[in-house]
Nanobody
Framework: QVRLVESGGGLVQPGGSLRLSCAAS???????MGWYRQAPGKQRELAAT???????NYADSVKGRFSISRDNAKNTVYLQMNSLKPEDTAVYYC???????????WGQGTQVTVSS
């Protein structure tokens, strides 16, 4: 089984920045990793993903403001969030796909609140 542990959420003012981290353990066969978010009363949605080779994909709503990166040696993925807006407020979930199990795993989520 793969365990994902997220950190870095919190309260930030509009226009501020936060950096989320997610460390995966339990497997060395992690392929794509990503961040999804779920705002109150809304469905979970993609924020950004990154393949093991570094190919990235972003939701239109975060392009130009968020940057996803990973350290394959540490099995860790990061999400740098800049120019945060109140509509970025959500629980952010880390996601990872384990290729031997052909299964995706989720972290427990970390709250990001953007408010003045």
């Amino acid at each position: 089984q793969v365990r994902l542990v997220e950190s870095g959420g919190g309260l930030v003012q509009p226009g501020g920045s936060l950096r989320l981290s997610c460390a995966a353990s339990g497997s060395s066969a992690i392929n794509a990793m990503g961040w999804y978010r779920q705002a109150p009363g809304k469905q979970r949605e993609l924020a950004a993903t990154i393949t093991v080779l570094g190919t990235t994909n972003y939701a239109d709503s975060v392009k130009g403001r968020f940057s996803i990166s990973r350290d394959n040696a540490k099995n860790t993925v990061y999400l740098q969030m800049n120019s945060l807006k109140p509509e970025d407020t959500a629980v952010y979930y880390c996601n990872a796909f384990e290729r031997f199990l052909a299964k995706e795993f989720w972290g427990q989520g970390t709250q990001v609140t953007v408010s003045s």
